[in-house]
């Protein structure tokens, strides 16, 4: 499967510690998207990267979080001093990024669960 | 990215065609018109794309006004594996992020 990859897709933690998403992209595609969906809502932006730089990152990034994509193929998400409203679904999607259109093609989510 | 306005919900029978309505009065001329879908407890997944022609891929089809200020999906014969949130989605065309609204959630009965 070359589909978009994320891990782990489960993670419980309790609040106030640190956890790390990773997500695996489509090979070659070179544009890649952070959202974070709660109970009922549609998923809403986080960040944007174009190979590996940062281009975009919503007012929803507080300082606590912070995203990389250093060689620009996989990238990370990290939480430090997790909150229960951090309790969320996390989507990692990613596109070709060249010509006009950019049909995003999204992975299964990292389910987070602060306790 | 322009705003767009969907019913929350409608109902289909399994086999029959269904029709998703999508209003975006308010797009510009070089904005694309996007449908994505979330079957329950997965990521969203692409359905199609438009600017001003009707598009067809063997998921579905795509019809947009002429004056480009609404569209409707289409999905020519409904199954129960259609059930899922549909999201109409008129994204920037310099960065390509997403804004999903409520959707519509879709339920394909038997």
């Known amino acids: 499967d070359t589909g978009v990859s994320q891990n782990p897709r489960h993670k419980i933690t309790k609040r106030g510690q640190n956890v790390t998403f990773r997500c695996d992209p489509i090979s070659e595609h070179n544009r890649l998207y952070w959202y974070r969906q709660t109970l009922g809502q549609g998923p809403e932006f986080l960040t944007y990267?174009?190979?590996?730089?940062?281009?975009?990152k919503s007012r929803l990034l507080s300082d606590r979080f912070s995203a990389e994509r250093p060689k620009g193929s996989f990238s990370t998400l990290e939480i430090q001093r997790t909150e229960q409203g951090d309790s969320a679904m996390y989507l990692c999607?990613?596109?070709?990024?060249?010509?006009?259109?950019?049909?995003?093609?999204f992975g299964p989510g990292t389910r987070l669960t602060v306790t | 990215d322009a705003k767009t306005t969907q019913p929350p919900s409608m109902d289909c029978a399994e086999g029959r065609a269904a029709n998703l309505p999508c209003n975006h009065s308010?797009?510009?001329?070089?904005?694309?018109v996007y449908w994505y879908r979330q079957i329950h407890s997965q990521g969203p997944q692409y359905i199609i794309h438009g600017l001003k022609n009707n598009e067809t891929n063997e998921m579905a089809s795509l019809i947009i006004t002429e004056d480009r200020k609404s569209s409707t999906l289409i999905l020519p014969h409904a199954t129960l594996r259609d059930t899922a949130v549909y999201y109409c989605?008129?994204?920037?065309?310099?960065?390509?992020?997403?804004?999903f609204g409520q959707g519509t959630t879709l339920q394909v009965k038997p």
């Open positions: 999607a990613s596109s070709e990024g060249a010509g006009e259109t950019y049909e995003q093609y």
């Open positions: 308010t797009i510009s001329g070089n904005e694309y």
């Open positions: 990267f174009q190979n590996e730089a940062q281009l975009e």
């Open positions: 989605i008129a994204p920037s065309s310099n960065t390509g992020k997403l804004i």
